[in-house]
């Protein structure tokens, strides 16, 4: 008994120990460690084929000229005993008259023959411009012609058989799409750089003409007038201008776009000169509120704040408070869209306007006018009423009335809803959703039918602009 109970103790231990080890040896077996996959791996864009190939058709740009100096001492009287001694030892010492200047630029050449594209501020005031290739050659180049409103230039040198840069097509590029850029910053010839773009169809102030491609590639001082190419190595801009706090590159930088280059160029090549189109408005941008307040449900198209007297657009019946929203079939999304395109067509030619008023569409045809030094004028002016509104005004008196050609109400002071919109003392206001305002009574009237929102329109020193404002 002794043994049998021995033995099974026996083999309950031993059975107790076998699993005991088995257990053991699954605890501390090596862990299987599964098989790694393979890194993906990313093809970064050939940047040296791409130099390789069109780097020798872009040039650096050297320009000679003149500025005028003098020696005049703002403050000091040509009678005062300390002029003489400052005219001669002062820091404004030296001869009066003209000072040699000097810069430098980039550009690239788009034909075997010799023409070259760059900015126009390049070239501007230039007596001798030289072209110098990667190869060494120089050529002195004759300036074709320029034109500031888009900042590009032409230029002819004496060559054959040049290297060229393919022209693309900026259109079909894409925001996201890298792109590189080659010239010459502080002088640094055939320098790269390399980013992408960050925005299309940029509205710059002052640059009503350009729709920019905005990118981060890197463009200092003498990148000018360069290249900016896709992976295709096709020229899509012309590197033109930074933005920038402190005066260097900042990582916005601003490319006119080819298509509008090569216009500016046949137009200079064929006719020396350029001409675009015009008709002879103001617009601006509209908002969710001024869409509300002109019963549009999308804030899109161009909203005419001034109609110039006489020019083609009063001709064709375009008036203050149209939203123009299609020119020739094609969408005008914004108020920068319409200049540049309109600037495209060829003056003279008859063009079709898709126009919003008073809660309907119309159309309007009219014939482009030309260019020529377009300022369109508009006089002074802003806000009214208090009440809802939140304004105190008066009509103008007759003098102020021929002073600033305009009939509407001057703010004399400005509450609530109207100065939360931005309304300020002093402003003029002709309008009230569209409705001329000659009177306080009449523009407490209207205010009194308005719904929601409103749109005032205002005249501001010499600008005139909608106004939405929030009635609650």
Request: hydrophobic share 40%; no cysteine.
């Amino acid at each position: 008994m002794q043994d049998r109970s021995l033995r099974a103790t026996s083999a309950a231990s031993a059975l107790i120990l076998a699993l005991a080890g088995a257990f053991a040896s699954e605890a501390y077996a090596e862990p299987v460690t599964p098989p790694r996959a393979a890194p993906a791996t990313i093809a970064l864009p050939a940047f040296d084929t791409i130099v390789q190939r069109v780097g020798p058709a872009v040039v650096n740009i050297s320009t000679e000229g003149t500025t005028r100096t003098s020696n005049a001492m703002p403050g000091l009287s040509p009678d005062d005993p300390f002029y003489e001694f400052f005219r001669r030892f002062g820091p404004q010492a030296g001869p009066q008259g003209e000072q040699p200047t000097r810069s430098q630029g980039s550009g690239f050449i788009v034909s075997a023959d010799g023409l070259v594209l760059t900015n126009a501020h390049v070239v501007e005031g230039a007596n001798e411009v030289t072209v110098k290739l990667t190869d060494k050659r120089e050529f002195k180049a004759k300036v074709l012609g320029v034109d500031k409103p888009t900042d590009v230039a032409v230029l002819k040198i004496d060559g054959r058989n040049l290297p060229t840069v393919p022209l693309g097509d900026p259109q079909k590029s894409r925001v996201g799409d890298w792109v590189l850029a080659i010239g010459s910053p502080f002088g640094f010839e055939n320098s790269v750089t390399a980013g992408i773009i960050s925005a299309k169809s940029r509205s710059l102030p002052n640059e009503g003409y350009v729709p920019f491609l905005q990118t981060d590639v890197a463009i200092n001082p003498g990148n000018s007038g360069g290249p900016l190419l896709n992976l295709n190595g096709e020229v899509v801009g012309i590197n033109s201008q930074i933005y920038s706090r402190s005066g260097g590159y900042q990582g916005v930088s601003f490319a006119i776009p080819i298509d509008v280059a090569a216009g500016v160029r046949d137009q200079i090549v064929a006719h020396g000169k350029v001409t675009r189109g015009r008709i002879g408005v103001a617009v601006q941008d509209l908002n969710q509120a001024l869409a509300e307040s002109f019963g549009l449900k999308n804030a899109g198209g161009a909203l005419v704040s001034s109609v110039e007297s006489g020019g083609p657009g009063e001709k064709a019946g375009l008036k203050v408070g149209d939203v123009i929203l299609e020119l020739n079939g094609d969408k005008v999304a914004s108020s920068s869209d319409l200049p540049p395109r309109v600037a495209a067509i060829r003056p003279g030619t008859s063009a079709k306007l898709k126009v919003w008023r008073k809660g309907e569409s119309r159309d309007l045809d009219i014939k482009i006018g030309e260019f020529a030094d377009e300022s369109v004028v508009a006089n002074a002016g802003s806000k009214a009423d208090q009440g809802r509104l939140g304004l105190a005004v008066r009509a103008l008196s007759p003098d102020e009335r021929r002073q600033v050609e305009a009939s509407g109400l001057v703010v004399m002071d400005v509450a609530g809803p109207a100065a939360r919109a931005g309304i300020r003392r002093g402003d003029l206001i002709l309008s009230l959703n569209g409705h001329p305002v000659e009177s306080v009574e009449q523009l407490r009237a209207l205010v009194s039918k308005a719904g929601k929102h409103i749109a005032l329109l205002v005249q501001r020193d010499d600008a005139r602009i909608f106004v939405p404002v929030e009635l609650g």
